[in-house]
């Protein structure tokens, strides 16, 4: 059987590792976070707080990320910010207080962002566009992987303490870190290019000019607004509500969509790395906006499930599309680009739970599907005006790219 790493460069491989035990981790300790808070007696609202707080420094530090990575190499900072996390989680296993598990969640996010900006930075500049699609495929299939597996072990490790999972992800992230911190040691990220281009860094102004950067910007706002909004907030309280079904029932269908994604993911990056950026990003959107349409007329637990199989076939192809364009854009070291790029996707997962949800509440779990879809269109509308941004698929890219 072919390696899934065949022709990609040593550094993926070590990524994907480190990244494999930061999914773990999450999924171990994300269970236990909202049940942990509520024994300081708080209430929903602030529970929630927990929750947001962290993905908004995330998002607040988002550039300040990149200009690290611009700065002092993605090695370091990946390194620096997985130990700021694993830090920071312990002390919020140790937290005595809300007001203390508040301020470490939140400060843990500033790590998150420096490890998430750095590992984009590796796989969009280490690889080049034949196989930079494939490389986000496997990296996001080892976070898909750990992600499946964290909770179960969470779940174990919370009937011990719910202070148990915090600790487990300190060490994961801890595994991880180290991983990257002496494995990535001395590995070229600069895909050949020569000493004029590695020094024409490219700004954000200048990829803001680049139409191909703008639309991913969007797809990756909207991808995370409509996908990540409707089943972190209403779904799971529209299945069993409206539904009249239990919550084990939202987690198959959840489970569901992530193996559906997973199945797919290695095909979906071939894909954009041979078929080109463009119809990888029209094929994700228009299988996505399938399932959004079956979830506006969802009246039973079976069309709940091939609603959450046909978000998870198309969220395949969103997940590694805007990446790689942002990739075959940016020119030598672009740390804030990509900065700016995680905090467009932080943003739409931030806005969207609250959107989506005063939809609900003042109208309708259909009216907030409708909108979901509508909202949906414009991503798929822009996948059809996105230009090729794969080297190989154009003549001379500049003039596809403006």
């Known amino acids: ?23 773990v981790g999450f999924g171990i300790v994300l269970p236990a976070i909202p049940v942990f808070a509520r024994t300081f007696g708080v209430n929903n609202t602030a529970v929630g707080l927990i929750v947001s707080t962290f993905a908004i420094t995330r998002f607040a530090s988002g550039l300040i990320s990149g200009k690290l990575v611009d700065r002092f190499g993605e090695r370091v900072v ?64 080892a976070f898909l992987v750990g992600g499946i597996s964290g909770p179960a072990i969470g779940g174990l490790l919370s009937l011990i303490s719910l202070r148990a999972p915090f600790f487990a992800y300190s060490i994961t992230l801890t595994i991880s ?46 991808g995370n607004w409509v996908l990540f909004g409707v089943r972190s907030s209403i779904l799971p309280i529209f299945v069993i509500e409206t539904l009249r079904s239990t919550p084990a029932v939202v987690g198959y269908g959840f489970t569901l969509s992530a193996l559906m994604q997973g199945l797919l993911l290695l095909r979906a990056g071939k894909i954009s790395d041979t078929r080109g950026r463009k119809y990888a990003a029209v094929s994700g959107s228009l299988i996505a906006l399938v399932g959004l349409i079956v979830l506006i007329f969802t009246n039973s637990i079976w ?77 798929v509308i822009l996948s059809f005006r996105l230009p090729e941004t794969r080297k190989s698929h154009t003549i001379v890219i500049d003039d596809h790219l403006n």
Request: net charge positive; aromatic share 12%; proline share 2%.
């Open 303 to 379: 069309m709940y499930f091939l609603s959450m199989a046909f978000i998870g076939l198309g969220g395949a192809f969103l997940a590694i599309t805007p990446s790689s364009i942002v990739g075959d854009v940016i020119r030598g070291k672009s740390g804030q680009v990509i900065g700016l790029f995680q905090m467009a996707g932080d943003a739409g997962m931030m806005v969207g739970p609250i959107v989506l949800g005063w939809f609900a509440d003042t109208f309708s779990y259909q009216a907030a599907f409708i909108s979901t879809a509508v909202i949906f269109l414009v991503s």
């Open 78 to 141: 990946f390194s620096s910010g997985v130990g700021m996390v694993a830090f920071f989680v312990l002390l919020a296993g140790l937290a005595q207080s809300y007001g203390q598990l508040l301020f470490f969640r939140a400060a843990g996010g500033l790590g998150s962002s420096m490890f998430t900006v750095a590992a984009g930075s590796v796989i969009m500049r280490a690889v080049d566009d034949n196989n930079r699609a494939r490389a986000f495929s496997i990296y996001n299939g």
């Open 177 to 222: 870190g180290l991983i990257a911190l002496f494995f990535l040691k001395g590995v070229n990220l600069n895909r050949g290019e020569d000493g004029e281009e590695l020094a024409q860094r490219t700004s954000i102004a200048q990829a803001l000019s680049l139409k191909p950067y703008r639309i991913a910007l969007v797809i990756s706002f909207i």
């Open 1 to 23: 059987m072919q390696s899934p790493f065949k022709d990609l460069p040593r550094e993926i491989k070590i990524r994907t590792t480190a990244s494999f035990f930061v999914a």
